[in-house]
């Protein structure tokens, strides 16, 4: 098992630049990836960006290439979302998620997810 814990969502104008972070704990050793994910009002959840853990290779949406960027930290067990120029179509709840499985696009955890609000 895996728990993950988001922090760093908020309100902001559109583009403000927002940090998202997300603490995992529990059998953070056999994690594979780790991803962010995000659902608008009435929309389905979709993929923003993911991180193999060991070796570290990125993924992102076309949507947010060049202005999102996910980091991790092995030591602190964390995954960060920094997302610059942020539009209102960023609005939607964000949710980290990790997998143990060998696949960066199927996550079997997750987080409870953190607001983010881009204003016009």
């Known amino acids: 098992q895996v728990q993950l814990v988001e922090s760093g969502g908020g309100l902001v104008q559109t583009g403000d630049s927002l940090r998202l972070s997300c603490a995992a704990s529990?059998?953070?050793?056999?994690?594979?990836?780790m991803g962010w994910f995000r659902q608008a009002p009435g929309k389905e959840r979709k993929f923003v960006a993911a991180?193999?853990?060991?070796?570290?290779?990125?993924y992102y949406a076309d949507s947010v290439k060049g202005r999102f960027t996910i980091s991790r930290d092995n030591a602190k067990n964390t995954v960060s979302l920094q997302m610059n120029s942020l539009e209102p179509d960023d609005t939607a709840v964000y949710y980290c998620a990790a997998t143990l499985r060998l696949n960066p696009w199927e996550y079997e955890y997750w987080g409870q997810g953190t607001q983010v609000t881009v204003s016009s």
């Open positions: 991180i193999s853990w060991s070796v570290g290779s990125t």
């Open positions: 529990g059998r953070t050793g056999s994690m594979y990836a």
